[in-house]
């Protein structure tokens, strides 16, 4: 599961944060947000608990999806009527998977799968008595899927369709709450420490650098230069960074009194840059105080991103995606009470930094700063009246590299960084387009020397 409660990380790839607000979109019954994912293409799906089930005017569990961010749809269970609990959801490619617990009385906690985006759902894994589906990592190109319990891993080697206990090497009762994948290695976030398996699930091995009395709860794939890394964040508050072979981990940053229960990335423009986000409800609320917040600089320090949510406020679940440099982002709150499920909405631009609102003369593009570069540089263009904007980065050969900005602006003046770290030393060409009620287009050269 990658979106629960508590405190959240969102990180995005090269984001820098800019002024935004958030605007309720939806309350919805049951208690609560209990997990939260955006598909590759925008679709977004959640999932609630109930309030007082079994209580006359009880509210129940549902799960509910937001098609390409335009509408909210009714419940989608997969048992067609009420539920209890409906705990995390996965969607990757063609499948989704979602834990969903009709009735405790008269049922066991069950993973449904689907081909169409929940429209329809089957049967996948009962998981018995006694014990719960806390995460599911489904890796649809290998026909792999994983799901965390109480007792450990359970594995599909067939897409969902069978699952067996694959727990071998982890200490007895592991609650594993979330499960993640990097090249050809697993991750178990787990009650036992933060696992490792090397052979697809079959084996698993203690990582060094987190105590084991330090529950792992969540994990995050992060970008690096060396390659992907993972983020590890624990029940004491702690996040960890693990070192290229994802065995080894340092800390990265504490929250005193809080406990870290999901974490999120989102790529963006440039590689291997990020900010983390994080929705913050610490057991110990004098400390931190509950709200949303972001870091600029990898965890250092940390500003509020909760404008417009009304305090205090108990965000339990995030959920986003970066079109060219625009972000949008669903928040959803955990409130324990009769429709404590609001859904927050915001969009925002990120890598655009706004010089000025001053209306200009004209159109303008100006020469990129420093030039030549390496490995980055600025470019500063001024917009003289609301139009939409693509700012569009090519290779020597005409070739299409890199889109910098693609989306509506206000009249001003931009700046926003180009990152050429990946790229040959030459020279390169940048050309803005405006379109709307006037045209404009401009190419400058530029020359990256490394």
């Not at 909210?72 to 969607?91: H, K, S, V, Y």
């Not at 809080?258 to 990020?274: H, K, N, R, Y």
Request: charged content about 15%; aromatic content about 12%; some cysteine.
């Amino acid at each position: 599961m990658k979106i629960k409660l508590i405190l959240l990380i969102l990180l995005f790839m090269r984001s820098v944060c800019h002024s935004q607000t958030w605007e309720s979109y939806a309350t919805i019954q049951g208690s609560g947000t209990t997990s939260m994912q955006m598909s590759s293409n925008g679709d977004l799906f959640f999932t609630t608990a109930s309030y007082n089930y079994n209580i006359p005017g009880g509210q129940t569990a549902g799960v509910y999806r937001i098609l390409n961010g335009s509408f909210l749809t009714a419940q989608i269970n997969p048992t067609g009527g009420t539920g209890f609990n409906a705990r995390t959801i996965e969607t990757e490619g063609d499948l989704t998977f979602v834990s969903f617990w009709g009735n405790p009385s008269t049922t066991t906690e069950t993973l449904y799968r689907s081909t169409n985006k929940g429209d329809s759902w089957s049967t996948s894994f009962t998981i018995g008595l006694s014990n719960n589906i806390f995460s599911i990592k489904a890796d649809p190109d290998n026909n792999n899927v994983l799901i965390g319990a109480r007792n450990g891993v359970y594995k599909s080697t067939n897409n969902g369709l069978s699952f067996t206990l694959s727990n071998t090497g982890m200490a007895s009762n592991s609650w594993t709450y979330d499960i993640e994948k990097v090249g050809s290695k697993y991750l178990a976030a787990t009650s036992n420490g933060l696992y490792q398996s090397t052979n697809n699930g079959d084996l698993w091995t203690n990582t060094i650098g987190i105590p084991i009395t330090d529950t792992s709860k969540t994990l995050a794939v992060i970008p690096s230069a060396t390659g992907d890394k993972i983020i590890a964040g624990t029940e004491d508050g702690n996040i960890y960074i693990s070192d290229d072979d994802l065995f080894q981990y340092e800390l990265l940053f504490g929250f005193e009194n809080s406990d870290i229960i999901a974490m999120l990335v989102l790529l963006g423009i440039q590689p291997t840059e990020f900010n983390l986000f994080a929705s913050a409800f610490p057991m110990n609320l004098d400390v931190l105080g509950n709200g949303l917040y972001y870091s600029y600089n990898g965890g250092t320090n940390w500003s509020n991103f909760g404008s417009g949510i009304p305090s205090p406020y108990k965000i339990s679940a995030l959920g986003g995606k970066i079109s060219g440099s625009t972000i949008t982002m669903y928040a959803g709150s955990f409130e324990n009470t009769s429709n404590g499920v609001k859904i927050y909405k915001t969009s925002y631009t990120v890598g655009i930094k706004n010089l000025s609102s001053a209306i200009p003369e004209n159109f303008t593009l100006h020469q990129n700063y420093p030039n030549p570069f390496n490995p980055s540089t600025k470019i500063k263009f001024e917009i003289q009246k609301a139009s939409d904007v693509k700012l569009v980065v090519y290779n020597s050969l005409g070739k299409e590299i890199s889109t910098l900005v693609n989306e509506k602006l206000n009249a001003g003046t931009y700046e926003t960084d180009f990152n050429a770290a990946d790229y040959n030393s030459g020279v390169y060409f940048y050309k803005l387009f405006i379109s709307g009620e006037q045209s404009f287009v401009e190419t400058r050269k530029m020359i990256l020397t490394k």
